[in-house]
């Protein structure tokens, strides 16, 4: 194409001249102005230039309408309606800045917010600490466990303004308000917040029966990733998919919620950041002006892939963290790990969603290098990876299962299930040679081999 372009500049300018100075051949012609020859090289170098130029820029603007577009056809609402589909312990934590947000900016969000709750039954103890029944255990026979003395956990929710389960000791905003019923609490929400385990999403994402309104959008801050074919497939385009069956509907435009946040803490008021990967930056600002407060510093990136697998991924390289925390390696290993599954979290996200715009500026955020290194020393998968190693060195080995029952309180492991599966996608691209210590990883959790050998990466 340049060649072409060459050609026609040199026609358009080289020969004009030669035929008006054309002369008998015996004649030695004048020879080109040498402004005339400038003029034809930067032609040609300006031309196709600027040909490039013109269709970076169309095919840019291009994208930008058509995001643009999709913005534009969201409806003007007076005010913001907020749901919140989870609350165990970070959609609890998360209620407590959403929830005060609400009422702070009561020009932009109704004031109540609804929160979906698994429902539960509890009782307070004689030491004071509230029970629930034994996992698996059932009422006597014609009875129910209200008989019993329990009380549906959202009615104590209400009631003292607290997840007596999830988060105990934390107050939240009286704006939340509990309730068992999805449909009810997405019925016309404009602004749709998913913090459950991913496994809930396909049985519970149905029983909103698309009550939420038309122009909805939606943030996942849910930590892991599914996976169809040997191939990753992102919560956010999980959610997304599942809730443009709803018969007429406009597809709901989804981002995420990523960052260095331990529930706990979070719901505390220890500061801490998050990072927000959007698909367009104005709907990034909404979701900012939702979550960020004084202690919780809020920050959106035109960057959903890179934001979300970040989130799932830093799970894996945890159990790796623990692994070396387990066997008693020192700082020095455990950085060295930090680093290596940095490396190699980058390399996934290239390998597998290179197409979806990755930026390595992603991984310089909250959801990246932040969000590893407080998991890798205090996230619930370093914690059972600990124990999961320690038991194997002292010959009495746990199962995850068992040591996700004892540790965690009724939540999930998320590194466990996601080496599994990034493990099958590594096999079946052929590219376990190229990612040492997520395989490592998978074979001391899954296949026998001895936590010490977190190190035999180096090959």
Not at 291 to 299: Q, R
């Amino acid at each position: 194409r340049l060649s072409n372009t060459f050609d026609i500049v040199l026609n358009m300018t080289f020969l004009p001249w030669q035929a008006k100075h054309a002369m008998p051949t015996e004649i030695e012609p004048e020879p080109m102005p040498i402004v005339s020859i400038l003029v034809t090289i930067g032609s040609c170098l300006l031309i196709p230039a600027l040909v490039l130029g013109w269709r970076a820029i169309s095919s840019t603007e291009s994208s930008e309408l058509k995001t643009s577009t999709a913005v534009a056809q969201r409806p003007k609402f007076k005010k913001e309606k907020v749901a919140l589909i989870g609350s165990g312990n970070w959609g609890s934590a998360i209620a407590t800045k959403l929830g005060v947000n609400v009422l702070q900016h009561d020009t932009s969000f109704e004031r109540e917010v609804y929160m979906w709750v698994f429902e539960e039954f509890v009782k307070l103890g004689e030491d004071g600490k509230w029970q629930r029944p034994a996992r698996g255990a059932k009422p006597p026979e014609g009875k129910t466990w209200i008989d019993e003395g329990y009380r549906p956990l959202t009615e104590v929710i209400n009631e003292l303004n607290e997840n007596v389960v999830y988060l105990p000791g934390i107050k939240l905003p009286k704006s939340i308000v509990a309730s068992p019923d999805i449909k009810k609490c997405v019925t016309d929400a404009t602004m749709l917040v998913f913090v459950i385990p991913h496994n809930f999403l396909a049985p519970i994402v149905p029983k909103m029966e698309g009550a939420f309104a038309d122009g909805a959008v939606g943030i996942s801050l849910i930590k892991g990733i599914e996976f169809e074919g040997g191939h990753p497939v992102l919560i956010s385009d999980l959610l997304q998919k599942e809730m443009s069956k709803s018969e007429g509907k406009m597809p709901v435009d989804m981002s995420v919620l990523m960052g260095a946040n331990v529930a706990n803490e979070v719901a505390k008021g220890d500061f801490a950041e998050a990072t927000i990967g959007c698909t367009d930056m104005s709907i990034g600002e909404k979701w900012v002006k939702l979550f960020n407060t004084p202690d919780f510093k809020v920050d959106a990136v035109s960057d959903v892939a890179g934001a979300e697998l970040c989130g799932a991924l830093k799970n894996v390289v945890a159990l790796g963290a623990g692994f070396c925390d387990g066997v008693g390696f020192g700082g020095n290993t455990k950085a060295a790990i930090i680093r290596i599954g940095l490396k190699e979290m980058q390399s996934f996200c290239q390998v597998f969603y290179g197409s979806r715009g990755i930026k390595d500026e992603t991984f310089l955020e909250s959801c990246g290098v932040a969000d590893l290194i407080t998991t890798c020393f205090g996230g619930r998968n370093r914690k059972c990876s600990e124990i999961f190693a320690k038991c194997r060195v002292a010959g009495t080995p746990k199962s995850w299962e068992v040591i996700e029952a004892e540790e965690l309180n009724g939540q999930k492991l998320q590194g466990t299930g996601t080496a599994k599966d990034v493990m099958t996608c590594l096999k079946q691209a052929g590219k376990e040679s190229q990612f040492p210590l997520f395989s490592m990883i998978y074979k001391i959790a899954f296949e026998g081999s001895p936590p010490s050998d977190v190190i035999k990466i180096n090959n």
